[in-house]
């Protein structure tokens, strides 16, 4: 079992950043691949970005390219997505995910955390 925990989350303005951070424990051999999703109010959850354990591979949804950047520091079994010129339509619970390989599913999921963007 491997165990996410998110932290990072708050309350910005428009245009402002923030940086989430995902911790892992357990076991941490199955967090090859990372992944960022975010889920808002009344919708589904929707994918943000990938990683892979090199960090050679990495993925975004189109609507925070060159806005966002996910990275990981293995030693700290720890993901992070840092957020820049951050919009309204951000806002959602952002959530880390884990799993083997980034071609399937996550098997992990943490509890998520909260992002609002004012505008």
Same mark, same amino acid.
């Given at each position: ?20 951070? /995902? ?6 051999? $199955? ?23 090199? =960090? =050679?591979?990495?993925?975004? %949804? ?8 996910? $990275?990981?520091? @293995? ?8 957020? @820049? ?10 959530? /880390?995910?884990?799993?083997? =390989?980034?071609? %399937? ?10 992002? %609002?963007?004012?505008?």
């Amino acid at each position: 079992q491997v165990q996410l925990v998110e932290s990072g989350g708050g309350l910005v303005q428009a245009g402002g950043s923030l940086r989430l951070s /995902c911790a892992a424990s357990g076991r941490t051999s $199955s967090t090859y691949a990372m992944g960022w999703f975010r889920q808002a109010p009344g919708k589904e959850r929707k994918f943000v970005a990938s990683i892979n354990w090199s =960090s =050679s591979e990495i993925y975004y %949804t189109d609507s925070v390219k060159g806005r966002f950047t996910i $990275s990981r520091d @293995n030693a700290k079994n720890t993901v992070y997505l840092q957020m @820049n010129s951050l919009k309204p339509e951000d806002t959602a619970v952002y959530i /880390c995910a884990a799993g083997s =390989s980034l071609n %399937t599913a996550f098997d992990y999921w943490g509890q998520g955390t909260q992002v %609002t963007v004012s505008s």
